[in-house]
């Protein structure tokens, strides 16, 4: 009876603390906004009263969807360039000398500084959010990879060279195995960032989207829908990073 309680107290104290944060955003709409102004638009009942009307939307579904899509794309992009660099610049020390403050210097860019330039020459539409997603997520991924590299126990690759392994097949029975889980660590901290720079980028003029579809409700003035909009992404959020966090500890904790 001690280990159950026990082992639901962290669940417990995460619900203690999302109720504290519904009590002050309550208690901030209260003192700083009167009862029948503008401000009980953003309060929670109106939210979430707003929230489980839209629930209720095909239409809204369709947006998570475009927003899931892009995302998803956007990782794997990041995916494809940070991995094999990762593994690059983390096997050649020279490489990394090179490269270091080349990405130190752009990953410091922040992605949204980007639009202007990128919708002048790409246009609008789903080709300019792409290239911004993936130039926001590829630096974690990049930068784990290679940290991973380097971390190496060099026993395995003595050992892959004692039994005449190729390349390749050190690649793919060491060197990846063992980077996996810092691989997963910067896909992490990739979608973390992934989902805060899709909400702006989605306001480069596409008609569809979780960022389309805040401006829509700032357009029509439907500050409860705004609201309830604010508080689906975080829990999308909230839920990709569950996931994310849990293939890290189920690699974690393989044998």
């Known amino acids: 009876m001690a280990k159950r309680s026990a082992s639901n107290l962290p669940w417990l104290l995460g619900v203690g603390g999302l109720l504290c944060l519904l009590l002050l955003w309550w208690l901030g709409v ?44 956007g990782l794997a992009l990041a995916l494809l360039v940070g991995v094999p660099l990762g593994l690059l610049i983390g096997s050649y020390r020279h490489l990394e000398a090179a490269t270091t403050p080349a990405f130190q210097f752009l990953r410091m860019i922040s992605p949204l500084s980007w639009m202007p330039v990128v919708v002048m020459l790409m246009g609008v539409g789903d080709q300019p959010i792409y290239f911004l997603l993936a130039f926001a997520a590829v630096w974690p991924i990049l930068l784990n990879t290679a940290a991973g590299v380097r971390q190496l126990d060099p026993r395995w690759l003595q050992l892959s060279r004692s039994l005449s ?8 029975k060491v060197i990846l195995p ?15 960032i992934l989902w805060i720079v ?27 829908e705004l609201m309830a909009m604010v508080l689906l992404i975080g829990a999308l959020g909230f839920a990709l990073d569950s996931l994310a966090r849990g293939l890290h500890r189920r690699w974690t904790h393989l044998p």
């Open 198 to 224: 899709l909400v702006p980028c989605e306001m480069l003029g596409v008609s569809a989207g979780l960022g389309y579809f805040i401006l829509d409700t700032r357009d029509r003035l439907a500050y409860s």
């Open 165 to 172: 392994a190729t390349r390749w097949e050190t690649l793919r």
């Open 30 to 73: 209260r003192l700083f906004g009167s009862a029948d102004g503008l401000a009980a638009r953003f309060a929670p009942a109106a939210t979430l009263a707003s929230l489980l009307e839209l629930l209720g939307r095909a239409e809204l579904y369709e947006h998570v969807l475009v927003s899931l899509k892009r995302i998803l794309v």
């Open 178 to 192: 063992g980077v996996l889980g810092h691989v997963l660590t910067g896909v992490r901290l990739a979608i973390g």
